[in-house]
């Protein structure tokens, strides 16, 4: 059997899994505008600094370093959001950043070596997207190069004008999240 053939059987199988569990064969698409995206992607870049850092101070000091975890809340929410960006920017950036949270909070489940092996992984996934720009981040490759000129400008003016309106910002926010809330037991 061809690759592509056992590819499209294993999707299949995947699929029927899913429908089986009384969820949809496909998980749902992605909502997010990348504009809104983008932003959220700005708010976290400070979080991947700071991992960083300490990833590089436990690997300093071969121990498994006290980090307060509940500072992490605040982004956990966003990470999802970004991660379910329309055109799949900052996916590996999200997902990178809740890998490395879900480790720190797993601390006791690992030797130190592991520990800071685990979280570098994580932090390489997300390092591959934190220099994108909007740019980057909202590139369609779906779309025909004049369609993508005309939707690249639409994506810098909504970016814009949620970047000058905090209250607009903050209420496409929480209709996003409200979506979220409705459809994230769908995956």
Same mark, same amino acid.
């Given at each position: 059997? *061809?690759?592509?053939?056992?590819?499209?059987?294993?999707?299949?199988?995947?699929?029927?899994? +899913?429908?089986? @569990?009384g969820?949809?064969? *496909?998980?749902?698409?992605?909502?997010?505008?990348?504009?809104?995206?983008?932003? $959220?992607?700005? =708010?976290? @870049?400070? $979080?991947?600094?700071?991992?960083?850092?300490? &990833?590089?101070?436990?690997?300093?000091?071969?121990?498994?370093?006290?980090?307060?975890? #509940?500072?992490?809340?605040?982004?956990? %929410?966003?990470?999802?959001?970004?991660?379910? %960006?329309?055109?799949g920017?900052?996916?590996?950036? #999200?997902?990178?950043? /809740?890998?490395?949270?879900?480790?720190?909070?797993?601390?006791?489940?690992?030797?130190?070596?592991?520990?800071? =092996? $685990?979280?570098?992984?994580?932090?390489?996934?997300?390092?591959?997207?934190? /220099?994108?720009?909007?740019?980057?981040?909202?590139?369609?490759?779906? $779309?025909? #190069? #004049?369609? =993508?000129?005309?939707?690249? /400008? /639409?994506?810098?003016?909504?970016?814009?004008?949620?970047?000058?309106?905090?209250?607009?910002?903050? &209420?496409?926010?929480? +209709?996003?999240?409200?979506h979220?809330?409705?459809?994230?037991?769908?995956?």
């Amino acid at each position: 059997m *061809s690759d592509i053939l056992k590819m499209k059987k294993e999707i299949e199988e995947w699929k029927a899994e +899913r429908v089986a @569990k009384g969820l949809p064969a *496909s998980p749902p698409k992605e909502f997010v505008p990348p504009e809104v995206g983008y932003i $959220l992607f700005e =708010r976290c @870049k400070p $979080l991947f600094d700071v991992l960083v850092k300490y &990833a590089k101070l436990c690997g300093d000091a071969q121990a498994v370093l006290p980090i307060d975890d #509940s500072k992490f809340a605040q982004y956990e %929410s966003d990470l999802a959001l970004i991660g379910e %960006s329309i055109g799949g920017g900052g996916m590996a950036f #999200s997902t990178g950043l /809740k890998g490395a949270i879900n480790t720190i909070k797993k601390h006791g489940d690992y030797t130190p070596d592991k520990y800071v =092996r $685990l979280l570098l992984q994580c932090l390489q996934i997300a390092g591959l997207e934190v /220099k994108k720009g909007l740019d980057e981040f909202a590139y369609d490759y779906k $779309l025909e #190069s #004049s369609d =993508r000129e005309y939707y690249m /400008k /639409k994506v810098y003016a909504n970016y814009e004008q949620y970047k000058s309106d905090e209250a607009l910002f903050n &209420a496409e926010l929480e +209709r996003l999240k409200e979506h979220y809330k409705s459809i994230k037991h769908l995956y």
